[in-house]
């Protein structure tokens, strides 16, 4: 399968699941999990967004994107699990002309993870694969959305088709994680809806034995 054909199959997946979301009957948890639906399909939105800037050679703009989503599925877990009434609150506002220059209370996506993994939660591996995400890769992310060193850098010796490739299935690999906690409030629960997705566009997604141990090695070698 060539690369096109790849990103076409990729954003298949994508409006598959979207649907079968849309389709589902969601239990009512009030404003918490209204919030939380609200970041899965910006995550959603800006996977679509990725797949489609892959397709048309925007890498740059493709990770930029990425950075993005990788925050919404962060904050999707903290505000489901963590986040006070208060904060609930300050995001879920009227739309008032005022309130868009209000701040609201929500810690750095550092901070939500760090607070995620001491919580203890039963959706533990998830955020650990969260964590690993921002410790290999949120470096790199936030140089490219700031035009750091690395937006340069790229910009000379561009990418190798294998990054990119692996781009768009870690973007998949976020959707499905976003999904997987909208899934688990729908009635019947749906969560075993993923497994069966990925096993149907198996190569859309990077999974632990994609993963090359020379490589994770070599990379494991400069956070020592």
């Given at each position: 399968?060539?690369?096109?054909?790849?990103?076409?199959?990729?954003?298949?997946?994508?409006?598959?699941?979207?649907?079968?979301?849309?389709n589902s009957e969601i239990i009512d948890c009030g404003p918490r999990l209204e919030l939380v639906e609200q970041c899965i399909n910006i995550s959603i939105g800006h996977g679509l967004g990725v797949n489609g800037l892959l397709a048309v050679d925007l890498p740059t703009q493709a990770m930029i994107?990425?950075?993005?989503?990788?925050?919404?599925?962060?904050?999707?877990?903290?505000?489901?699990?963590l986040s006070s009434n208060h904060q609930v609150?300050?995001?879920?506002?009227?739309?008032?002309?005022?309130?868009?220059?209000?701040?609201?209370?929500?810690?750095?996506?550092?901070?939500?993870?760090?607070?995620?993994?001491?919580?203890?939660?039963?959706?533990?591996?998830?955020?650990?694969?969260?964590?690993?995400?921002k410790k290999y890769h949120l470096k790199q992310l936030n140089s490219l959305v700031h035009t750091g060193k690395h937006s340069f850098?790229?910009?000379?010796?561009?990418?190798?088709?294998?990054?990119?490739?692996?781009?768009?299935?870690?973007?998949?690999?976020?959707?499905t994680v976003a999904a997987q906690l909208m899934l688990k409030?729908?009635?019947?629960?749906?969560?075993?809806?993923?497994?069966?997705?990925?096993?149907?566009?198996?190569?859309?997604f990077y999974l632990d034995e994609d993963v090359d141990p020379v490589l994770k090695a070599k990379v494991e070698s400069y956070f020592k």
């Open positions: 399968m060539d690369r096109k054909q790849l990103f076409e199959l990729s954003t298949q997946m994508i409006r598959e699941l979207q649907q079968e979301i849309i994107l990425l950075r993005s989503q990788f925050e919404a599925v962060v904050r999707a877990y903290w505000i489901m699990f609150s300050k995001l879920k506002f009227d739309y008032t002309f005022e309130e868009q220059f209000e701040s609201d209370t929500c810690p750095g996506i550092s901070e939500m993870l760090e607070k995620l993994s001491n919580a203890d939660l039963f959706v533990q591996p998830v955020i650990q694969h969260l964590c690993d995400f850098t790229r910009s000379v010796v561009g990418y190798e088709e294998n990054m990119l490739l692996t781009l768009m299935r870690q973007s998949n690999n976020l959707i409030h729908t009635i019947p629960d749906k969560q075993k809806y993923i497994g069966y997705l990925i096993e149907k566009y198996r190569s859309c």
